[in-house]
T-cell receptor, first 110, second 113 residues
């Protein structure tokens, strides 16, 4: 069974700093790796999706990398803003089913 | 276009009562997923449907839980009888055939006293 771990569990940075969020997974036979954002009291919003054949994906200030051989993915958020405060979850897609990590709670202070 | 719609948004009930959660997926989406999120276990997949047919219900915790999808625009998750340990946020998500990205609803926060 796929196990997904996210480190750190929580992170607080001043505005303007770059954020680095880590995700590790045990089963390298994933179809894709997805990053989501969750705001308090709301559902999940998809941020980036990396297919198993890809090494990275970029969207604006967000960049996600994938290393299947080591079972790791990293989400980089450049020049953080207070609006980036949220919980970020990664999920491995195996056979159409998403296995989620516990998330990293991010606080960006003005 | 409206996203995934869930009702109610909050539900408080007493132990032993029946609870029914509702979900309307995005129009045209062929897949529908039910998830549960708790502090202890995180976000877990309970069951998913393809074209209204249940494909995998291995995540359903026990027989007290049941899910149906009578048509392409409506699904229910029922708990009978409910127990305090069922307290959680329940999410519904949908996606189109051939796509990988799921679209999540706002969730239903269930509290069982």
């Amino acid at each position: 069974k796929q196990e997904v771990t996210q480190i750190p569990a929580a992170l607080s940075v001043p505005e303007g700093e770059n954020l680095v969020l880590n995700c590790s997974f045990t089963d390298s036979a994933i179809y894709n790796l997805q990053w989501f954002r969750q705001d308090p009291g709301k559902g999940l919003t998809s941020l980036l999706l990396i297919q198993s054949s890809q090494r990275e994906q970029t969207s604006g200030r967000l960049n996600a990398s994938l290393d299947k051989s080591s079972g790791r993915s990293t989400l980089y958020i450049a020049a953080s803003q207070p609006g980036d405060s949220a919980t970020y979850l990664c999920a491995g897609d195996s056979w159409g089913k998403l296995q989620f990590g516990a998330g990293t709670q991010v606080v960006v202070t003005p | 276009d409206a996203g995934v719609i869930q009702s109610p948004r909050h539900e408080v009930t007493e132990m032993g009562q029946e609870v029914t959660l509702r979900c309307k997926p995005i129009s045209g989406h062929d897949y529908l997923f039910w998830y549960r999120q708790t502090m202890m276990r995180g976000l877990e997949l309970l069951i998913y449907f393809n074209n209204n047919v249940p494909i995998d219900d291995s995540g359903m915790p026990e027989d007290r839980f049941s899910a149906k999808m009578p048509n392409a625009s409506f699904s229910t998750l029922k708990i009978q009888p409910s127990e305090p340990r069922d307290s959680a946020v329940y999410f519904c998500a949908s996606k189109p055939q051939g796509a990988d990205t799921q679209y999540f609803g706002p969730g239903t926060r269930l509290t069982v006293l």
